[in-house]
């Protein structure tokens, strides 16, 4: 069965520090993807990123940056300058993919509630 | 273009009522996805529809929850003699296919209450 971990509940930083959401995933599958989502306080998900199996490659977008490392099941989310605007809830999730069929249902770690005090 | 829309944006319910929450997918999506959250449960998967494919129902917690979709677009989701347990937002999101590879698009969600 397939389980994401965020073990951070919540985190509180003073804006324009750098901070890290940690996010675990187990599965059994080689195939898989590995999404951060963000919820703001008007309730909405957001996607911010989506990265497979096949590509550890790190991204950076701006502020934000992922560490995917299949050695330790790792996506890790790195958003460095905080802002303000960056509070939310961060959701780490995961979807498999079977050989002759699809399964994309995502499954969600608990999310980190991220507070950036001005 | 337009999201996912959902409604209504509120339910407050009577414990044993039935209710009914409707979700509007992006047009041209094929896949629709049912998601429950709540603070003791987190964010969980209930039920998705991919085309003319029998719907995925293993998240359903129970029989009272179904939920159809008509016509490859809006679905419906009925919770039947609802709980208090019921309690929750219930979130619709829709992709371009089944592929695991396709980002989910989320609705506002329904925040239902039963009393």
């Known amino acids: 069965a397939q389980k994401v971990t965020q073990a951070q509940t919540e985190i509180s930083v003073v804006e324009k520090e750098d901070v890290t959401l940690d996010c675990v995933y187990e599965?059994?599958?080689?195939?898989?993807?590995l999404f951060w989502y963000k919820q703001p306080p008007s309730g909405e998900l957001v996607f911010l990123i989506r990265r497979n199996s096949f590509d550890e490659q790190n991204e950076i977008s701006g502020r934000y940056s992922w560490n995917f490392q299949k050695s330790t099941s790792s996506f890790n989310f790195t958003i460095t300058a905080s802002q303000v605007v960056d509070s939310a809830v961060y959701f780490c999730a995961l979807s498999e993919e079977r050989w002759g069929g699809a399964n994309s249902k995502l499954t969600f770690g608990k999310g980190i509630t991220l507070s950036v005090r001005p | 273009g337009a999201g996912v829309s959902q409604s209504p944006s509120n339910k407050v319910t009577e414990k044993g009522k039935d209710v009914e929450l409707r979700c509007d997918p992006i047009s041209g999506h094929t896949a629709l996805y049912w998601y429950r959250q709540s603070l003791g449960q987190g964010l969980e998967f209930l039920i998705y529809?991919?085309?003319?494919?029998?719907?995925?129902k293993s998240g359903l917690p129970s029989d009272r929850f179904s939920a159809e979709r008509t016509g490859g677009s809006v679905s419906t989701l009925t919770i039947q003699r609802t709980q208090q347990e019921d309690s929750a937002v219930y979130l619709c999101?829709?992709?371009?296919?089944?592929?695991?590879?396709?980002?989910?698009?989320f609705g506002p969600g329904t925040r239902l209450t039963v009393l």
């Open positions: 599965t059994r599958d080689t195939t898989y993807y």
């Open positions: 529809f991919q085309g003319n494919s029998a719907p995925d």
């Open positions: 999101a829709s992709s371009w296919g089944l592929a695991g590879y396709n980002e989910q698009f």
